[in-house]
């Protein structure tokens, strides 16, 4: 027996910014939504894919009441693909982003983020090709 990683679920207040934000950093598009949730994705999950082998999982936004109070026990990384990361960080800053510090020291190749609700994320090594 095994499972599958198929969703990534994110509490925040305002599922439909999220959502929309995430859109544009990842190319994703919306797959479903109702009033307390948005799911979006890279691709229309199957059954038979899901089964046949792993697969990008999708990301849920889920409307909760709570406030984000602690540093993200799990965060994102994404990498530029056709970019530097200065470059993808001022496109993410434009966004809606914000850089932040969570003790990561200055000396570092990345740049740790937050999304419009504070959700920590990094932006990793771009693979752009380079010229």
Do not use: Y
């Not at 198929?6 to 479903?32: I, K, S």
């Amino acid at each position: 027996m095994t499972s599958r990683f198929t969703e990534l679920n994110v509490d925040c207040h305002d599922p439909e910014r999220l959502a929309a934000f995430w859109c544009e950093v990842l190319d994703f598009t919306v797959l479903d939504r109702n009033e307390h949730k948005v799911e979006i994705g890279s691709w229309e999950p199957t059954i038979e894919d899901i089964r046949a082998r792993q697969m990008p999982p999708t990301m849920v936004f889920i409307r909760v009441p709570e406030d984000k109070s602690v540093k993200n026990r799990l965060h994102l990384d994404v990498s530029p693909i056709d970019a530097s990361t200065d470059s993808e960080v001022t496109r993410l800053l434009a966004l809606g982003a914000t850089t932040t510090d969570v003790g990561q020291g200055p000396d570092r190749n990345w740049v740790v983020m937050a999304d419009p609700e504070g959700n920590e994320f990094c932006v990793v090594r771009t693979l752009a090709p380079s010229d």
